[in-house]
């Protein structure tokens, strides 16, 4: 911060840069999630409720305005800008685009603008690592499903091999018979890879499947059958739309905050429309984190996270301290320009 403004010098992060930072210390940004839902637990975060940038013309698109602030030793407040463009795909370019703005706790002056997809999917694949993780009754599952293929469903395979779990069979299934058989490919060219199953339906995958990951774009409800779920899987359903409520009422349902999970249409939303109440969700993943949550075997558990913009924030404020370190901020000089109450003097 230059010691004669109090502003703080602006710096442009590229998607080259964070993923330079966060390749291969998986462990520790999942540390890094871990530490901020339990400061988002002791309500030491400020977290509003997103704002959804909807468009009559393309009602399958958004954008997402996410502001949050974090505490803990690094306090750090911002905003994450994130779109949806499912029609993206078809186009051969990611579904998802994003930026990250990093504030200073003091002054409130932006201090970084971060290219911010791979933020997004780092702290979504710690998040469901994480939760797998604490979720777990007894030995971990062997068989792991993805529904949906795209960069999330990579990004949490990566941080769960990353993090020490290994697999017997990896299930495959989308909607596109070609993304499918594309992440088949791509989880077989991993050293050690398990074997990979495309499996021809979404109950084809379920059946066969210990540990489920819905990843998919899916606006509502698409898996209606509780029956599918009889032999009590472990559920990460990061993309909170796929299952109707008769699935989750069967279920020991974890959010990852229950007012910002319980709206925009997710099944848990539909779940309390439906019911009128929350009595379904047995708490929060900073519950189970605290041990007050019982997880008994004879039923489903499903992981429900609407995604807290105070991860984003967090691990933006990692990468930037990280680059800061070493040396490799890419600062704009000048960007602020108008510092002076009355003008500079000459103008």
């Given at each position: 911060?230059?010691?004669?403004s109090g502003?703080?010098?602006?710096?442009?992060?590229?998607?080259?840069?964070?993923?330079?930072?966060?390749?291969?210390?998986?462990k520790?940004?999942?540390?890094l999630?871990?530490?901020?839902?339990?400061?988002h637990?002791?309500?030491?975060?400020?977290?509003?409720?997103?704002?959804?940038?909807?468009?009559p013309?393309?009602?399958?698109?958004r954008?997402?305005?996410l502001?949050?602030?974090?505490?803990?030793e690094?306090?750090t407040?911002?905003?994450?800008?994130?779109?949806?463009?499912?029609?993206?795909?078809?186009?051969?370019?990611p579904?998802?685009?994003?930026?990250?703005?990093?504030?200073?706790?003091?002054?409130?002056y932006?201090f970084?603008c971060?290219?911010?997809?791979?933020?997004?999917?780092a702290?979504?694949?710690?998040?469901?690592?994480l939760?797998?993780?604490r979720?777990?009754?007894?030995?971990?599952?062997?068989?792991?499903g993805?529904?949906?293929?795209?960069?999330?469903?990579?990004?949490?395979?990566?941080?769960?091999?990353?993090?020490g779990?290994?697999?017997?069979?990896?299930?495959?299934f989308?909607?596109?018979a070609?993304?499918?058989q594309?992440?088949?490919?791509?989880?077989?060219s991993?050293?050690d890879?398990?074997?990979s199953?495309?499996?021809?339906?979404?109950?084809?995958?379920?059946?066969?499947s210990?540990?489920?990951?819905?990843?998919?774009?899916?606006?509502t409800?698409?898996?209606?059958?509780?029956?599918w779920?009889?032999?009590?899987?472990?559920?990460?359903?990061v993309?909170?739309r796929?299952?109707?409520?008769?699935?989750?009422?069967?279920?020991?349902?974890?959010v990852?905050d229950?007012?910002?999970?319980?709206?925009?249409?997710?099944?848990?939303?539909?779940?309390?429309?439906?019911t009128?109440?929350?009595d379904?969700?047995?708490?929060?993943?900073?519950?189970?984190?605290?041990?007050?949550?019982?997880?008994?075997?004879?039923?489903?558990?499903?992981?429900?996270?609407?995604?807290?913009?105070?991860?984003?924030?967090?691990?933006?404020?990692?990468?930037?301290?990280?680059?800061?370190?070493?040396?490799e901020l890419?600062?704009?000089?000048?960007?602020?320009h108008?510092?002076?109450?009355?003008?500079?003097?000459?103008?």
């Amino acid at each position: 911060m230059s010691p004669q403004s109090g502003v703080p010098p602006f710096a442009v992060i590229s998607g080259a840069q964070v993923d330079h930072v966060l390749s291969g210390h998986e462990k520790q940004v999942l540390s890094l999630v871990e530490e901020v839902y339990r400061l988002h637990g002791e309500q030491r975060t400020v977290n509003p409720p997103s704002y959804f940038l909807r468009f009559p013309d393309r009602p399958s698109s958004r954008i997402i305005a996410l502001p949050a602030s974090v505490g803990g030793e690094r306090p750090t407040d911002g905003l994450k800008w994130i779109s949806s463009f499912p029609e993206n795909v078809a186009a051969g370019i990611p579904r998802a685009s994003a930026v990250l703005i990093l504030n200073d706790h003091t002054t409130g002056y932006p201090f970084a603008c971060l290219e911010s997809s791979i933020i997004s999917a780092a702290r979504t694949a710690a998040s469901a690592a994480l939760a797998a993780d604490r979720l777990t009754r007894g030995e971990r599952p062997r068989r792991i499903g993805f529904v949906g293929t795209g960069l999330i469903a990579r990004y949490i395979h990566t941080y769960l091999v990353a993090t020490g779990w290994s697999f017997d069979e990896v299930g495959v299934f989308d909607l596109s018979a070609q993304h499918a058989q594309g992440f088949a490919g791509y989880l077989g060219s991993r050293p050690d890879a398990a074997p990979s199953v495309v499996h021809g339906s979404a109950r084809e995958l379920i059946e066969a499947s210990d540990l489920v990951v819905f990843a998919t774009v899916a606006g509502t409800p698409h898996i209606h059958d509780p029956a599918w779920f009889a032999h009590n899987p472990l559920v990460l359903h990061v993309s909170l739309r796929d299952l109707a409520p008769e699935i989750l009422l069967g279920a020991t349902n974890v959010v990852d905050d229950v007012d910002h999970c319980l709206k925009a249409d997710t099944s848990p939303h539909l779940v309390e429309r439906l019911t009128g109440n929350r009595d379904f969700i047995a708490g929060t993943l900073y519950d189970v984190l605290e041990g007050r949550v019982e997880l008994p075997a004879d039923r489903p558990v499903v992981f429900s996270p609407f995604g807290l913009g105070v991860l984003d924030i967090a691990l933006g404020r990692f990468v930037h301290d990280r680059l800061a370190r070493a040396g490799e901020l890419s600062v704009v000089d000048g960007f602020f320009h108008e510092l002076s109450r009355y003008g500079r003097s000459g103008s």
